[in-house]
């Protein structure tokens, strides 16, 4: 067994190591699986129904790619993201014309090597996403693509985005296997064009690394943080809302566009940051009208615009422009600003973001009841 490296106790932390290492491992990614996801995707191609199952960060890259499959492949083979618990608690009938993906990090979560084992059982076929040492019961999957090594920081980054980008590159092969007809701008050719540009823009917004610690120290002592993103972006709202608890323990909460404004937003006032991940897209109006709502009770916008936007960015307290993607490949970029910002509010508010809190005794003794 591989001895853990030393806990780092100042800057920088494993975390941020991880997030700067995500242009190369997203171009190492489609390097690496450019051949090995065909033979998969044509085996997805050729099911009844698919089914792509995770749970916490994995659960997040769940349903980013289901948008993108269903976008891409359409009615041709029905795709559903599943939680990982719900999927064993409540699962589905699956046959040999089924397929099932499993998304895990380490490949050692209880709910993850059981969905696959379920999976396996009733003798769908199996695809594991997951690193290169996952644990031996994530390993009998029909197929295994690996990601990065398991990270050591618990606030997991490049894990993220390269299993995004690996069930990216199976969106795109399932729907050429399958010949759909898909909308302007998503044929095959542009959308492998657009998935290579990924690792560039990952690296712009890296430069930028300094104007956004300064975002996090303005707003460190703001009570909650609230982020905001729809189509594949929504995932990306609650993820950066899992690592700001994990790595700074603070109230805060990831919305879709439109459901803040049905309820939700009658809790912001100038004690929260809001946080608006507004490409060119369906919910870019909904970010204006937000940003207005926000002035009117004194709440301060964090707004990442492509560049080039003026509108949103005239609204927001502050804004970052990222570089133009294809707003289907967006949250490989939309989603690095966040976790810089993650990481950077936890320095600011003094914590370590690689622990997991467990350096808080009340959290370790709290953990000692449970088992993930």
């Known amino acids: 067994m591989t001895t853990p490296p030393p806990a780092r106790t100042g800057h920088p932390y494993y975390m941020h190591d991880a997030i700067l290492r995500q242009p190369a491992a997203l171009a190492e990614m489609q390097d690496k699986h450019a051949q090995t996801v065909q033979p998969v995707a044509a085996e997805l191609a050729a099911k009844r129904h698919v089914y792509i199952v995770g749970i916490g960060t994995s659960w997040h890259a769940v349903l980013v790619a289901e948008h993108w499959f269903r976008r891409l492949a359409g009615a041709a083979v029905p795709v559903d993201g599943c939680h990982s618990f719900e999927f064993c608690a409540y699962p589905p009938p699956l046959t040999r014309d089924d397929a099932v993906i499993v998304v895990s990090h380490r490949g050692t979560k209880t709910y993850s090597f059981l969905a696959l084992e379920l999976a396996k059982a009733q003798g769908a076929y199996t695809v594991s996403i997951t690193s290169t040492a996952p644990g031996p019961r994530l390993q009998v999957a029909d197929a295994e693509l690996n990601t990065v090594e398991p990270e050591v920081s618990a606030a997991f980054t490049v894990s993220y985005t390269t299993a995004l980008t ?114 060119p897209g369906a919910g870019y109006t909904r970010c204006l009208d937000i940003a207005r709502a926000a002035a009117a009770v004194n709440a301060p916008v964090w707004a990442l615009v492509q560049e080039g936007d003026t509108e949103l960015t005239a609204l927001a307290t502050e804004s970052l422009p990222l570089p133009s993607l294809p707003e289907i490949w967006s949250p490989l970029a939309y989603v690095t600003p966040l976790q810089l910002f993650t990481y950077h509010l936890a320095l600011a508010r003094g914590k370590n973001p690689d622990r997991f809190q467990q350096d808080n005794p009340r959290q370790a003794e709290a953990r000692t009841h449970y088992e993930l």
């Not at 759909?180 to 560039?200: D, F, H, K, S």
């Open 166 to 279: 690996v069930l990216a590159m199976l969106a795109v092969e399932t729907a050429a296997a399958l010949g759909v007809n898909p909308t302007a701008g998503l044929e095959p050719a542009q959308l492998r064009a657009g998935l290579a540009a990924t690792p560039a823009a990952v690296s712009a917004v890296l430069g930028n690394e300094e104007t956004i610690q300064q975002t996090a120290r303005r707003f460190h002592d703001q009570r909650r943080f609230v982020s905001i993103g729809w189509g594949p972006n929504t995932a990306n709202a609650y993820e950066a809302a899992l690592k700001i608890k994990e790595t700074s323990a603070v109230d805060c909460e990831g919305l879709q566009v439109e459901q803040l404004l049905h309820g939700p937003f009658c809790s912001i006032d100038d004690q929260c940051l809001l946080t608006l991940m507004a490409p």
